[in-house]
């Protein structure tokens, strides 16, 4: 049987321990021996990040020079139109084949901006999504009619997500971390400490660049 597959993308503005920490966890909760990590280029939905693209790769790349679960996928960067999930992973679907079981990890905050995003009842037809906790954020729709379409595809069964191709909403119960990269460019432009929000080898690069820092 072909093993799951698991893609995790973001904007990664910067990467922290509240991207790296859950997916490690819920790897280990579902049985995921990798994930592909892929930063956006052009985010649909939110301003153009404060760090270009290739400091935003660099970063996930020293995020996960240690840690073999994770890999980094550049597709999105070699676009210069708007990184929408659903073209991605259709793409990645003709690239697999039909049957190879494929996921998409999100946040809980993701999930509930989710039927905003581009043809998004399309994303189910290509792969899973896998959705971590955060705190401060509901784990319920809130139009009725996106709850049902939330009920309609939840599972709590793993062997599904391994045998299924696509299709299922995958609640995790990973513990919360309750950092952002906003709180953490908010700080960093406050000269406050972020040692433990994020791997040290990231936060050296961003001293070195003078990232998120605009002071006088
Ligand atoms: N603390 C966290 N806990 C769980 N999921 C998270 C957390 N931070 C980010 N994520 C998830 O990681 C993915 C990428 O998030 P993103 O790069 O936008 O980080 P962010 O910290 O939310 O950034 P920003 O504060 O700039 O909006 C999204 O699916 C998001 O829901
Ligand atoms: O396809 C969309 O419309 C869409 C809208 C918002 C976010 N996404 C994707 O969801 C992931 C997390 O987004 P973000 O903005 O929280 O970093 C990232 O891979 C984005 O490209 C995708």
Not at 72 to 91: I, K
Not at 118 to 140: F, K, M, S
Not at 148 to 161: A, G, M
Request: net charge negative; with cysteine; hydrophobic share 35%.
């Amino acid at each position: 049987m072909a093993k799951l597959q698991a893609l995790f993308g973001g904007t990664f503005d910067p990467i922290h321990y509240g991207h790296l920490k859950p997916v490690e966890i819920l790897a280990n909760q579902i049985g995921l021996s990798r994930v592909i990590i892929m930063p956006n280029n052009v985010p649909p939905h939110r301003p153009q990040p404060e760090a270009t693209s290739e400091q935003r790769k660099l970063m996930v790349e020293l995020a996960i020079a240690d840690k073999p679960l994770f890999v980094l996928d550049e597709r999105e960067l070699r676009r210069d139109t708007p990184s929408f999930t659903a073209d991605t992973l259709q793409e990645w679907r003709a690239e697999q084949g039909p049957d190879q079981p494929l996921a998409f990890i999100i946040g809980q905050d993701s999930l509930l901006t989710f039927p905003s995003w581009h043809r998004y009842e399309t994303i189910l037809d290509n792969a899973h999504l896998l959705v971590t906790r955060r705190p401060g954020y509901p784990l319920t729709m809130q139009h009725e009619e996106h709850q049902y379409w939330l009920d309609k595809h939840l599972t709590s069964n793993i062997e599904e997500l391994h045998n299924q191709p696509a299709g299922k909403i995958y609640l995790a119960e990973t513990p919360w971390f309750d950092v952002s990269a906003t709180l953490i460019r908010e700080r960093l432009e406050n000269n406050e400490p972020c040692d433990e929000m994020m791997p040290e080898a990231v936060l050296n690069y961003i001293m070195q660049q003078g990232l998120y820092h605009h002071g006088a």
